[in-house]
């Protein structure tokens, strides 16, 4: 079913206007990723309102790639500057940063940029051949088990991020209340609309998201200070032998990307865990002369293979089932639906070629990303070396008017500008704002489904636990539940006991 | 996305980072308090004029609203005696220092972008958007008069540009009437 996907997305992806805008789509990634703070959320929230101008499977590969340019990009910065563009390639800097010390910055940067473009490819392939296979299987799926999916994608999101897994809750519980406020799509009434029109489709998902994360961050880098700062950048000439030593590591490569893929189908899990993960088994199985934390090869190329391989492993779950991995998956998925494909196995039955567009995007992308990683390394050195000043500017006019853009309306930037200043306000508390986009954006699917169980059953609640799939999914969702409150208890516990004991 | 801390600013005349004193802590627990009661009291009167707080669930559109604040209800009050015991300020973003001047920054910038999208209607794009960015680059300590200078008005021109010129979006003209003849 995967290769008649990707027949079938032929037609819709192979011009050029597709293919150039999945490069210039990796190309922006790549940039985004390179400046330290930024993103592969913010270069795909940067672009998100412009893509509406455009054919769908075109505007989504530009999307698909900037997540999978600014998945990469960070490794630069990491390399360079010991400082990681962006929080997945955090790891990468353990050994790419010794291996700049010793001279030898051009093979670090050569061989994360191969490395994520195979280990993207090989996670593109998964995706490929697994999300098919889980779209087909969730054909079986009914409004009950839809919304147990959704409220486990939620919850996981809350549970595994490194705030407190409370407040994730509280953000996910926010996201679901934006979300309903509108016109009711099923009874048609008009909820918290305060008789505004302008609020009878609620806030467009647009201005949430660009608010949120985009303006809040822009507030953030205001008060971190150093704008004016220009980081002493060194010249670095990138090695096209690092393609062959990447061959030395075609082991690690594959066992990073299918950690990679994993971890990013897991919602929550994503890029972070997957680099971590992959670099902590890409040591544990070293030879002690390769000497890892010092400038291991074999470092660099876990962590930059396992976090594009994420990428793809992130979109298996949201085109799949709808339920999207992480933050950036969840404005990819928005961008779907304002587009009027919602993801799931409808899309695998009724729109295999937009599927299939997409699929072929995301393995062009990391195509693009090799080529263009090599070919534009100075540059991106190049942009390290600019004042951030300027660059704030510019993010908040290509915010305001991209989000203006949409709707033509002003009220559009003053919701964007309100959820700026709240995503600061959380995030200032310590609350994470994945959870609200999430939420957001798995609202309508949840309390629709929610609706549509509870008229089925007629007999309240307990068409959940009496579906077996549906009572399979709210278990795990609540052993998730259990384990965020009470996990870290009673691993102290036991960590007590074992100390007792060996004393 | 978290902001990586690039440079920690000196300790010295900074407003102690995080919130310290209980009050401050328990400010979100209010801002999600507050929701609650609007939501509580929206589905007993709005939603309940227009007849669509009770009935099945298709045409009860208060029931899940209802739901969410319940448990959004039971998180906070756990919140609030976590904030009370002191134990719930755990895992907070790195966001630096804040000194008094990156507040003043702060607050500048806030304000900058509260008149510009009071004043975009009325004076239009064009004419505003090299005064909005000009004030935003001096407030962010830019002294150079010429870079200020070049940099507002290319990005002005560039994002007229790539939103009008491309994507034919009509930018906001003002009673001036000013736009990009493209």
């Known amino acids: 079913m995967g290769l008649d996907a990707l027949f079938s997305g032929l037609a ?21 990723g390179v400046l330290p703070g930024l993103g592969p959320l913010m270069g795909i929230i940067l672009l998100l309102p412009a893509v509406f101008h455009f054919p769908p499977v ?65 996670g593109g392939i998964i995706l490929i051949g697994f999300a098919p296979v889980l779209a087909e299987f969730a054909l079986r799926f009914g409004p009950p088990e839809y919304f147990a999916l959704a409220l486990l994608g939620l919850i996981a999101i809350a549970v595994v991020g490194r705030n407190s897994p409370l407040k994730g809750f509280m953000a996910g519980a926010l996201g679901l209340l934006i979300a309903s406020l509108g016109t009711d799509a099923i009874s048609g009434a008009q909820r918290f609309t305060f008789g505004y029109f302008q609020l009878s489709s609620g806030f467009h998902i647009v201005s949430i998201v660009v608010g949120l994360f985009a303006i809040s961050e822009l507030i953030v880098q205001i008060r971190l200070g150093g704008l004016l700062d220009a980081p002493a950048v060194p010249k670095v000439r990138i090695s096209l032998g690092s393609i062959v030593l990447l061959r030395k590591h075609w ?47 074999g470092g660099v190329v876990a962590t930059e293979a396992a976090n594009n391989a994420a990428a793809g492993g992130t979109l298996i779950p949201t085109m799949a089932l709808g339920v999207p991995g992480d933050a950036s998956s969840a ?14 196995p409808q899309l695998f039955d009724q729109n295999l070629d937009v599927a299939g567009g997409m699929f072929l995007a995301y393995i062009v992308a990391n195509i693009s990303l090799f080529l263009l990683g090599f070919l534009l390394t100075p540059l991106f050195l190049a942009i390290l070396r600019m004042r951030r000043v300027y660059l704030l500017p510019l993010v908040l006019m290509l915010s305001m008017m991209g989000t203006y853009s949409l709707q033509s309306s002003i009220f559009d930037l003053w919701v964007m500008l309100g959820f700026g200043c709240l995503g600061y306000f959380l995030r200032y508390f310590g609350y994470p704002l994945a959870p609200i986009i ?53 691993s102290k516990k036991m960590r007590e006991r074992r100390a007792s004991k060996a004393n | 996305m978290t902001g990586i801390s690039v440079k920690q600013a000196p300790q010295s005349h900074g407003v102690k980072d995080g919130p310290d004193s209980l009050i401050l802590r328990l400010l979100p627990a209010l801002f999600f308090l507050s929701i609650i009661v609007l939501v509580y009291y929206l589905c007993a009167t709005s939603l309940t004029e227009q007849g669509y707080a009770s009935g099945t669930p298709i045409t009860n559109a208060a029931l899940y609203p209802r739901l969410l604040v319940t448990v959004l209800l ?97 930018l906001p003209r003002g009673v001036f009437g000013f736009a990009l003849k493209i």
């Not at chain 1, 990679?260 to 199985?285: C, M, N």
């Not at chain 2, 015991?85 to 895992?91: P, V």
């Not at chain 2, 009325?122 to 300590?141: D, E, Q, R």
């Open chain 1, 58 to 122: 075109a505007a989504m590969g530009m999307l698909i790639a900037v997540f999978v340019g600014g998945s990469c990009g960070g490794a630069v910065s990491a390399i360079i500057l010991r400082i990681p563009g962006t929080p997945i390639a955090a790891a990468t800097l353990l050994d790419g940063y010794p291996m700049a010390q010793k001279g030898r910055a051009g093979d670090a940067i050569g061989l994360a940029i191969s490395s994520s473009a195979v280990g993207g490819i090989i």
């Open chain 1, 331 to 344: 404005v990819l998925m928005s961008a779907m639906i304002l587009f009027g494909y919602f993801p799931g």
């Open chain 1, 438 to 490: 999430i939420g957001v954006v798995l609202g309508p699917i949840l309390e629709s489904n929610l609706r549509r169980s509870l008229l089925i059953s007629r007999d309240g609640l307990s068409i959940f636990w009496e579906r077996e799939i549906s009572l399979l999914i709210l278990i795990v969702t609540a052993i998730l539940i259990f384990w965020s409150f009470f996990g870290s208890l009673l």
């Open chain 1, 251 to 297: 082991f690690n490569v594959l066992r990073s990307s299918g950690i990679g893929t994993f971890f990013g189908a897991l919602p929550g899990a994503g890029g972070v865990i997957s680099a971590f993960s992959s670099y902590a088994v890409a040591k544990a199985q070293s030879r002690p002369e390769e000497r890892y934390g010092e400038g291991a090869e």
């Open chain 2, 74 to 170: 039971a998180l906070t009050i756990v919140q609030i005696i976590k904030e009370t015991r002191n134990t719930g300020t755990e895992h907070s973003d790195d966001l630096g220092v804040l000194t008094r001047a990156r507040l003043i920054q702060v607050l500048q910038c806030t304000c900058l972008g509260v008149a510009y999208l009071t004043l975009l209607p009325v004076i239009g794009y064009l004419a505003l958007t090299p005064v909005f960015v000009a004030l935003m680059l001096v407030s962010l300590g830019v002294r150079h008069f010429i870079n200020v200078v070049i940099f507002s008005m290319l990005l002005t021109l560039g994002c007229s540009l790539m939103f009008q010129g491309v994507f034919n979006v009509n």
């Open chain 1, 12 to 32: 819709l992806y192979a011009n050029p206007l597709a293919i150039a805008m999945t490069v210039f789509g990796c190309f922006v990634g790549l940039i985004i």
